[in-house]
């Protein structure tokens, strides 16, 4: 009957958003290579064999906690910037949304991190490679709008004020991480924009700060 296979259905999506939670919630406290299934299992409150009825491996869960990520971030990231039509104030927004993430879901970067260590080539490693894309093509296009609207300095090389702009978001979030006071980024996040703003922008400081 077509009821109980769409409930079935409901709760297997719900049990799989629980495991993805837990492991977020885990890999904020310790590394997620030392997370195992039973961890996740007790975590939501199933037994560990009821883990692999929704996800057919661990490697599983964490491609759903990178889709998730993905997903989240990129869509967080693109209202942030569609919120003004000025690419430059787009860009800080973008800046700011992306800090407010990593406050609220410090195991996304342990994640991401953990995972860029290994040498070869993974699925997960991939899945983070679709992710920065998605990211870079974003702050891309808001550095060629402004590019195009004069507001960057001359000679400015868009590419590498990209690097620069996603460089200065992971240097912020690797310090807080190495510290381990990763809401210090509320305060710290305004200061380092800034900077990087009055290296790219064609006006002064004061007149070319969002």
Known sequence: MTPPV????QATEFRQG???DAALQLA????PADITT?????AVGI???A?????PSKEAIWLAVLDWTADTLIAQLQLAAAQTEHPLMALQAVFKTHVD???DHPGV???IFQELQHTQDTALKARVRGLMQQYRTLVIGLLQSAHEQHLLAPGTDVAAAAVLFLGSVQGLVMQAMVSGQVQAMAAQAPGVFSIYLRGISANSPTESRP
């Open 6 to 9: 769409k409930h079935s259905r």
């Open 51 to 55: 883990v692999f009825r929704h996800f």
């Open 18 to 20: 629980s495991l993805v």
């Open 38 to 42: 039973g961890d996740l299992a007790q």
């Open 109 to 111: 970067p342990r994640v």
């Open 28 to 31: 904020a406290q310790r590394s």
């Open 47 to 49: 037994t560990q064999g």
């Open 101 to 103: 993430f990593v406050m």
